[in-house]
């Protein structure tokens, strides 16, 4: 079974609208962290936003927030404001138990952003 | 502060021949990780190193693949010899360490093979 989802090949958003990127998990792990990354074209992967399990807050960076719902195992990045910058290859990622750092990924989201 | 650089950005060679990426972390990052991405793909983890000692390279296919990181800071991945099936792209990332730490990425080498 795979462990990160991301069921949205792509997404287009209009310039200045929110956008959610969805992301599903599967651990049975208590202790994990999820990530979300930016690939632009340029290939290099930009670390967005973090959310641990047992976080109790939704986490939060700028215009990027993780709305984490742990019963349902999704992590869904919330982008809002649109810009045109934000057009990209967007991939959530999940570091399983709490003594590894290796990160499994999606398969990725491109988001559209258009004027 | 400078991001991880990698050289070169891209790379195109025959089947059979060899080819090695360099690697050159954060400043201060003692973990180092190398990716490899194919098309339409999330990056997959090929090896792992914590300074110098490569602590996790169960992913690495070994008949072919090699990596180095013999001063603890930079790195070297090398493919002999290549594949048509080796044309991706190889991420190398670095991290403070530790399983708290995010990982920051490189832009990348993009590998042809014909």
């Known amino acids: 079974a795979q462990k990160i989802t991301q069921t949205q090949p792509g997404m287009f958003v209009q310039e200045k609208e929110a956008v959610t990127l969805d992301c599903t998990y599967d651990?049975?792990?208590?202790?994990?962290?999820l990530f979300w990354y930016k690939q632009p074209s340029s290939g290099e992967m930009i670390f967005l936003i973090y959310?641990?399990?047992?976080?109790?807050q939704n986490a939060t960076e700028g215009r990027y927030s993780l709305n984490f719902q742990k019963a349902r195992k999704s992590a869904n990045l919330v982008i809002s404001a649109s810009q045109l910058g934000d057009s990209a290859m967007y991939f959530c990622a999940m570091r399983e138990g709490h003594n590894t750092d290796k990160l499994i990924f999606g398969t990725g989201t491109r988001l559209q952003v258009f004027p | 502060e400078a991001g991880v650089v990698q050289s070169p950005r891209y790379k195109i060679i025959e089947k059979k021949q060899p080819v090695a990426f360099w690697c050159n972390p954060i400043?201060?990052?003692?973990?180092l990780y190398w990716y490899l991405q194919n098309l339409g793909q999330g990056p997959e983890l090929l090896i792992r190193y914590e300074n110098e000692e490569a602590v996790d390279d169960s992913q690495l296919p070994k008949d072919r693949f090699s990596a180095e990181r013999l001063k603890g800071v930079d790195s070297t991945l090398k493919i002999q010899p290549a594949e048509l099936g080796d044309s991706a792209v190889y991420l190398c990332a670095s991290s403070l360490g530790g399983s708290a730490e995010t990982q920051y990425f490189g832009p990348g080498t993009r590998l042809l093979v014909l």
């Open positions: 959310q641990g399990s047992y976080d109790e």
């Open positions: 651990t049975s792990d208590q202790s994990y962290g």
């Open positions: 400043s201060g990052h003692n973990t």
